[in-house]
Nanobody, 122 residues
């Protein structure tokens, strides 16, 4: 699975952005997908994950209620809708694929995409 993330940019606090991750490869529709982020000087952290069917999602506590992960298996794409953004959401966001949603939430990733930078100004 090859992953290509897009949609990052500069936004004011309280604003919204939608990240997309386009995947190639037959395994996409059977793979759990997720988003991670890495802020300057910090370790990469889990943000959200979604099961292969799109029926089950996990979120980090810091984004729950503000971010929504979704997927379109017909288009081999996973999305991260980010609302009410805060300056502490500033980071490079990475999409990821794995066998199980639960594995992704524990950081067990099989495939990484390149990152897309999200900057939230105060």
């Amino acid at each position: 699975v090859q992953l290509q993330a897009s949609g990052g940019g500069l936004v004011q606090a309280g604003g919204s952005l939608r990240l997309s991750c386009a995947a190639s490869g037959r395994a996409f529709s059977s793979s759990a997908m997720g988003w991670f982020r890495q802020a300057p000087g910090k370790e990469r952290e889990f943000v959200a994950a979604i099961s292969w069917s799109g029926s089950n999602m996990d979120y980090a506590g810091s984004v729950k209620g503000r971010f929504t992960i979704s997927r379109d298996n017909a288009k081999n794409t996973v999305f991260l809708q980010m609302n009410n953004l805060k300056p502490e959401d500033t980071a490079v966001y990475y999409c990821a694929a794995g066998v199980l949603r639960q594995n992704l939430s524990r950081g067990k990733v099989d495939y990484w995409g390149q990152g897309t930078l999200v900057t939230v100004s105060s």
